[in-house]
């Protein structure tokens, strides 16, 4: 088989954006369907800008909020580690996002 498309940089991004995006599918189904690592996950993933995933503190603090807000211990130390770096605005800017966030999965649910 031929792995020369490996070996070219624009489908190496490629392949790389389809990982990205099945990720992150993948974690916001989880998400949901109310899976607390789910929430931890993505604000891992958005903490470290990993999987090709853009650095994103309040993305990050909304989900590590949401995490802590069902006892996940871990995401409220990682909650309260990236809020030394943001604004209040920033983290008020997160928190209006957790609380969309459960609204819309209440009315998906009703």
Known sequence: MDMAWNKHPAAADIAATVDADAILATCLASATGGNISAYFDLGVIYSTGSHGIGHDLIEAHKWFNLAAAQGHEEAA??????????????????QRRARAWLASIDRKAA
Not at 77 to 94: F, G, L, N, V
């Open 77 to 94: 130390w990682s909650r309260a580690d990236i809020s030394e770096e943001m604004t209040a605005r920033e983290i008020a800017e997160a």
